[in-house]
């Protein structure tokens, strides 16, 4: 029916340029060339990583994801303090009496304040007592409120009620209607539970800030869990069922301070740190978070000078993969001379080798790229519910390719300069 | 004008004592358009030598070779390569197929620096050897009367005016290479090639009409540079 094809369909005549000989010769030293490409790839993947990774965090642990300007808290480190209100890490330095709280709350600099009581935790997810203003007023970025998922709602500030972060929500399992008890402490102690049980009424939007690991509660509920002692006045107190806490007794962790102006911050820091005895102000956050990294520089440096080292090695490998096949290549070239190949020719089909295995290579190592970051992402977000972005924008994703190509091109000289040299005449015979 | 011309060419090596030894020297050889001639010399009278200096893969000491009208002992190395990919195809008594292609592509290969690859060319000159059938076989997966079929092939895949045969039978027994040799005379003449060859081989030499001696016109390959049991009993 339809027109037999001829028998012998005639094969495909290479035109026989650098690049078919290239992979030709790649495919003849497959493994050498498979083990350089690995070691760009994970070089290449792990220059990225550092720099992108790094210039990340800065960004996030710096930049906008706080939302508050500044935090009050107790005397001491200003860094401690941001790492435990803010971040929700390291231990809380201490106690401030509430009328601290109600004098900033008054004060014409500040536009907002919210309070923090901190004290429990379940499974290790803190458990923080504040107000309802967090969830009404408070923006973390611009235009974005803290929000509550369909199904669920606000806390009642007069029962156990409390609102779940999304990765809290996530990890524990916790929904709409769960129960749970809280735990003692800010570790996760099994033998400190607290007979208290709170009903979630609420999970929140994701927001890919460090709220997300956090459970929230009516701060008067951190005040009556039972076996919590107030210090706020000069004798301690306990608050009985039903009984309405005086003010004078009433402690906070930390004030969330929102503030009208950087001025107005300049002097309640003057005011507070300098003047003040009793409490500190870790003011600009940004700049505090900006101090710790400064500080953790060298760290990243020799990060960075790891990463590079790595590359430096890769491009060896690169040169000793392709050094070690010249000698054994030696007759191959003395036969394409022979054809008429020119020394140039010889030379260039190595640099460019050297090249596309370093070009491959690279390429690969934006994939471990994906695959580190996508790892580490998972840890930081674990650790501090911020989210790295796996396509974050940085100058390193094409510069560390465009690197580790040149790089490889230079490796490929010296192995060139062997193949450019070999002697036809010498090499055309085998040498028995 | 001759297709090949040579006149007073000279080559000396340094021996391994350091000691210039002349190797190559030919006053006056001539080789016509088309012509096949065979050269016979022992082991070690220079006739690799000689054809390389032809090929340009050597550089003559003095003297000059005329290829196709170009004087390759004028040119430099990278001149040398291109009148060689152009107008000169080699056999080599190892064949010296790249292991790594297939019997397609090294005939390809035989095209790539002259003129450029012609699919077609190479197709049919493979047909024209008898391997059509075993175009994308790797040398290795050839037997040696099969590869040096290819290294024929690719000798011939650029047509060149001027095919150098070294010892093209010397790898294989007595059948193939008389095959091989005449595959070899007929594809030349198919192709309008002059084919030079040299061999120690007399049987193979017995197939030649014009059969040169290469003590006949290689002044060096006389007597004196040749190893003790090949020189009889030398000059008293
Ligand atoms: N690169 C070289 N250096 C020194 N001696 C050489 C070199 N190449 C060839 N010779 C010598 O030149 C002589 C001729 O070699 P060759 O042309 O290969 O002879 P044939 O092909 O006739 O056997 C031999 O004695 C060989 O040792
Ligand atoms: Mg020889």
Redesign the pocket.
């Known amino acids: 029916m339809s027109a037999t094809p001829s028998i012998y369909s005639s094969p495909h005549v290479p035109r026989c340029g650098i690049g078919f000989m290239m992979m030709r010769s790649m495919r003849q030293h497959a493994l050498s060339s498979i083990i350089a490409i690995v070691c760009v790839a994970l070089a290449t993947g792990l220059t990225i990583s550092v720099v992108s990774i790094n210039a990340q965090a800065y960004k996030v642990f710096t930049g906008g994801q706080a939302g508050f300007d500044a935090v009050l808290g107790a005397r001491g480190s200003q860094l401690q303090l941001v790492l435990n209100a803010v971040f929700h890490l390291e231990t809380s330095p201490g106690n401030i009496p509430w009328s601290l709280y109600q004098a900033v709350k008054k004060d014409p600099r500040v536009e907002l304040a919210v309070p923090y009581a901190l004290g429990d935790n379940y499974n290790g997810f803190r458990i923080v007592g504040t107000t309802e203003e967090l969830f009404t007023k408070f923006e973390f970025e611009k235009g974005r409120k803290f929000a509550i998922a369909p199904g669920g709602r606000m806390f009642d500030t007069t029962r156990r009620e409390a609102v779940i972060g999304s990765f809290v929500s996530r990890q524990t399992g916790l929904k709409v209607g769960s129960n749970f008890n809280p735990f003692h402490g800010l570790n996760f102690d099994p033998k400190a539970k607290h007979d208290e049980v709170y009903v979630v009424t609420g999970v929140m939007e994701p927001s890919n800030t460090p709220s997300d690991r956090v459970i929230w509660i009516p701060i008067e509920g951190v005040y009556r869990m039972e076996g919590h002692v107030l210090r706020g006045a000069d004798k301690e107190f306990k608050p009985a069922a039903g009984e309405e806490i005086p003010d004078e007794h009433k402690e906070v962790s930390a004030v969330m301070l929102k503030l009208r102006s950087p001025q107005g911050g300049f002097s309640l820091e003057q005011m507070i740190n300098k003047q003040g005895k009793v409490a500190t102000l870790a003011f600009p956050i940004g700049r505090t978070m900006a101090d710790l990294f400064d500080k953790m520089g060298w760290v990243n440096r020799i990060l960075g000078l790891v990463a590079y080292l790595v590359a430096v090695v890769a491009a060896g490998t690169i040169l000793a993969s392709i050094y070690n096949t010249i000698n054994e290549r030696r007759r191959e070239f003395a036969i394409l001379r022979a054809l008429g190949a020119r020394r140039r020719r010889v030379f260039t089909a190595i640099v460019a080798e050297a090249s596309t295995i370093a070009a491959i290579g690279a390429a690969a190592g934006l994939l471990v790229y994906l695959g580190i970051l996508g790892v580490a992402a998972k840890i930081v977000q674990a650790q501090t519910g911020v989210v790295l972005d796996l396509m974050f924008p940085h100058q390193i994703l094409y510069l560390a390719p465009l690197g580790m190509i040149a790089l490889g091109a230079l490796a490929g000289i010296v192995p060139a300069i062997k193949a450019y040299g070999t ?1 036809v ?2 090499n055309i ?1 085998p040498t028995s | 004008m001759p297709l090949l011309e040579i006149n007073n060419l000279t080559k000396s ?4 004592s350091g000691e210039k ?1 002349l ?2 020297d030919v006053p006056s050889f001539s080789l016509e358009e088309g012509a096949q001639v065979a050269l016979e ?12 200096l032809i090929a340009g893969i050597l550089q003559a000491d003095g003297g000059t070779i005329r290829v196709a009208g170009q004087e390759m002992t004028a040119l430099a190395e990278p001149g040398r390569d291109r009148l060689r990919a152009a107008t000169i195809g080699y056999v080599f008594q190892t064949f010296n197929l790249l292991q790594g292609y297939t019997a397609l592509e090294n005939v390809a290969l035989g095209m790539a620096f002259g003129r450029g690859v012609d699919g077609p060319h190479a197709l049919a000159l493979l047909q024209r050897v008898g391997l059509n059938e075993r175009m994308t076989y790797r040398p290795r997966q050839l037997s040696v009367g099969q590869q040096q079929r290819v290294a024929v092939a690719r000798a011939l895949a650029n047509r060149p005016r001027l095919v150098l045969a ?2 093209p039978t010397g790898n294989l027994d007595r059948h193939h290479a008389r095959e091989a040799l005449k595959l070899i005379r007929e594809v030349c003449r198919e192709n309008g090639a002059a084919l030079l060859l ?1 061999s ?1 081989d007399h049987e193979i030499l017995g197939q030649f009409e014009d059969v040169h001696k ?1 003590s006949e016109f290689n002044r060096a ?1 006389a007597l004196e ?3 003790a049991e090949q020189k009889g009993e030398g000059p008293k």
């Open positions: 002697d005449a010498e015979s | 090596f340094a021996a391994p030894t190797i190559v010399g022992a082991s070690g009278s220079g006739k690799t030598t000689f054809l390389n070294d010892e040299v120690h290469i390959a540079n040749l190893p």
